[in-house]
């Protein structure tokens, strides 16, 4: 089965700063890949995906993420963080076998002023 | 921006009542689906639905909880017998096709389970 991984729960950094939120997938065929954000009160609005091409890609609000297929990995990251980028973040996978995403567990990013 | 519509935002029940969470999905998507996400835990698949029957469910979908497309714009979620485990935050979702396709998100129901 499908699984995916956010190692942090949370993640505390200071405006400006950069950001990487880590995901981290398992299974065996190349999957197509999300982000989410919930801002407080509100519903979980698409960031960016991956379903192939280019393993750099763009998204909303200056988010990049990058799919390295030796690594299992799509980790999430933004050069600048923005106080209204606060909120939680998830990683979703969905796979070949299933058309059902499936969530990691978020991780809550703080932004420090 | 087309989006999904979800009502009410917030419900209190008491254990044992019979809940229905409303959702609007967008008008051209064809597929719809009702996350879950209990306060601290991950997101959760509850169910898929397509062309009017359930197309996937998940092991928590049991026999309390069924989904209904009435009128043909309505998606709707009912749990029969709220128990206090069913306190969540009830996400609805749609898309236009099944696969490699985006799902577009509400902003969720909360229900609280006395």
């Known amino acids: 089965a499908q699984s995916v991984t956010q190692p942090d729960i949370h993640i505390t950094v200071s405006e400006g700063a950069s950001l990487e939120l880590r995901c981290n997938y398992s299974?065996?065929?190349?999957?197509?890949l999300f982000w989410y954000v919930q801002s407080p009160g509100q519903g979980l609005q698409l960031l960016l995906k991956y379903f192939s091409g280019d393993t750099l890609v763009q998204g909303i609000k200056g988010f990049e993420a990058e799919f390295k297929r030796s690594q299992s990995s799509f980790n999430l990251r933004k050069p600048s963080v923005h106080w209204s980028d606060a909120a939680e973040y998830f990683c979703?996978?969905?796979?070949?076998?299933?058309?059902?995403?499936?969530f990691g567990r978020g991780t809550s990013l703080i932004v420090h002023p | 921006e087309p989006e999904v519509t979800q009502t009410p935002s917030h419900q209190v029940t008491q254990m044992g009542q019979e809940v229905i969470l409303r959702c609007v999905p967008i008008?051209?998507?064809?597929?719809f689906y009702w996350y879950r996400q209990i306060l601290g835990q991950k997101v959760e698949f509850l169910v898929s639905?397509?062309?009017?029957?359930?197309?996937?469910k998940s092991e928590i979908f049991d026999d309390q909880f069924s989904v209904e497309r009435p009128d043909g714009s309505n998606f709707t979620l009912k749990i029969r017998s709220t128990k206090l485990e069913d306190s969540a935050m009830y996400f609805c979702?749609?898309?236009?096709?099944?696969?490699?396709?985006?799902?577009?998100f509400g902003a969720g129901s909360r229900l609280t389970v006395l």
């Open positions: 979702a749609s898309s236009r096709q099944s696969g490699a396709n985006v799902l577009t």
């Open positions: 639905f397509y062309n009017n029957e359930i197309s996937e």
């Open positions: 979703v996978v969905l796979s070949g076998g299933s058309y059902i995403p499936t």
């Open positions: 299974y065996g065929a190349t999957p197509y």
């Open positions: 008008s051209n998507h064809l597929y």
